[in-house]
């Protein structure tokens, strides 16, 4: 499961939390100390009025300033080690491009 392996600081250090709520949506995994969701899409987020939505969940909650980085459930499952060295590579990524405070 992609939460044991993202749990207890050990991607980066960074600490992410579990289906954590913004308003009325639920995010898969959040890391607060970034502003950074991580979702985990199912074969059903292939169909077109299931995007449609993603789509404008993922806008509206970007509006409080959270980054998305979106995960095929059917890839993190067919070779879990490779998706996670990409999602760290990426979160690499978005936390070299976050302005310091």
């Given amino acids: 499961h992609m939460w044991s392996q993202l749990r207890n600081r050990q991607l980066l250090g960074l600490k992410f939390k579990?289906?954590?709520?913004?308003?009325?949506?639920?995010?898969?995994?959040?890391?607060?100390?970034?502003?950074?969701a991580i979702e985990l899409d199912g074969d059903v987020h292939e169909l077109e009025d299931v995007k449609m939505n993603d789509v404008e969940r993922q806008k509206?909650?970007?509006?409080?300033?959270?980054?998305?980085?979106?995960i095929k459930n059917e890839e993190y499952l067919?070779?879990?080690?490779?998706?996670?060295?990409?999602?760290?590579?990426?979160?690499?990524?978005?936390?070299?491009?976050?302005?310091?405070?």
């Fill in 78 to 101: 067919g070779n879990p080690n490779k998706v996670f060295a990409k999602l760290e590579a990426e979160l690499k990524n978005v936390l070299n491009k976050k302005p310091l405070p």
């Fill in 18 to 36: 579990r289906q954590y709520s913004v308003d009325k949506f639920v995010i898969d995994f959040y890391c607060p100390e970034q502003k950074i």
């Fill in 60 to 70: 509206y909650i970007e509006t409080y300033g959270i980054k998305f980085i979106r």
